[in-house]
């Protein structure tokens, strides 16, 4: 092997000292970096939170916010923590998907440790899925802390098992709130023999009853819809599908709100155990009890 010539010798020493730059630059700006941590807020009562999302609150530069995180776990965040509101109802989006994405990147940029705080679950309807997709492909770390969904906290807040030994073998969770155009299969729901849940349903009430019950559910099967659930304001009614939309219009009720259909809805008669108010549980199956 031949000795390298002084000038291709300065060559190989001064690759390597580029290689070695670009490396510790690379681990530099990874330790520069910050990391969002998706965390699932719950239904609304606080202590439903499990403790890796109370800490991650806890050590949050920043933390992003969607509209339906309760005031009270709000209140847990602590003062030094800045907290950026990013929430959206029918119709008013205070920021689009792509902007609170966007949002994120940067934030995580400027190496801050940022706490991305959504209702319920990040990964049940929260849109969770979409934003760790795009973190990651701006690569930014992420770290995740699932939460109680609604469907799993308000339903036990109102004292209706989802599953029920003889009544009902399962549950499906489903949306009729979508961007894009989705057709929901009625007929197979309608088949399923499953509880049904619908998350942002409550301005599509009357039109999901009566696409159950053309798709063969009778009119007299049970349903329960559950308004602010989890939290001091909870009120739950009860009907059928026949008399839900009538019973939701009728008590004016308000956002958010989880509509359950099945049998196991007439379990809570001798299951309901919170009641926050002597009032607000109300069993519109029994309007002859009703002032």
Not at 120 to 142: K, N
Not at 206 to 214: A, D, M, P
Request: charge should be positive.
């Amino acid at each position: 092997m031949k000795p390298l010539k002084p000038q291709q010798y300065s060559l190989v020493t001064n690759d390597a000292k580029i290689q070695w730059c670009q490396v510790t630059q690379s681990i530099e700006d990874q330790r520069q970096q910050g990391i969002v941590t998706l965390v699932g807020a719950g239904p609304g009562d606080p202590e439903l939170l499990t403790l890796k999302a109370l800490k991650t609150l806890e050590n949050a530069d920043v933390v992003v916010y969607d509209r339906l995180v309760s005031a009270a776990v709000m209140a847990l965040i602590p003062s030094h923590s800045q907290t950026i509101y990013v929430g959206k109802a029918k119709g008013q989006h205070s920021i689009t998907q792509l902007g609170i994405n966007q949002l994120l990147v940067r934030l995580a940029q400027q190496g801050k440790q940022v706490c991305r705080l959504k209702g319920g679950d990040v990964f049940v309807f929260g849109r969770g899925g979409e934003e760790i997709q795009y973190l990651r492909q701006h690569s930014i770390e992420v770290d995740v802390v699932p939460g109680i969904t609604a469907a799993g906290g308000c339903s036990a807040y109102a004292g209706i098992p989802l599953t029920h030994r003889g009544v009902s073998q399962g549950c499906t969770l489903v949306t009729v709130h979508t961007e894009r155009d989705l057709e929901v299969q009625w007929q197979a729901l309608a088949k399923l023999n499953h509880t049904l849940v619908f998350y942002m349903g409550l301005s599509k009430v009357e039109l999901i009853c009566r696409q159950l019950v053309n798709a063969g559910l009778v009119a007299a099967t049970p349903a329960a819809i559950i308004e602010k659930g989890c939290t001091d304001e909870q009120r739950v009614i009860k009907a059928t599908l026949a008399t839900l939309a009538e019973q939701v219009n009728r008590h004016q009720i308000g956002s958010p709100a989880l509509i359950i259909i099945g049998e196991v809805v007439s379990l809570s008669d001798s299951l309901a155990w919170h009641q926050p108010r002597m009032d607000a549980f109300m069993l519109m199956n029994k309007p002859q009890k009703l002032a």
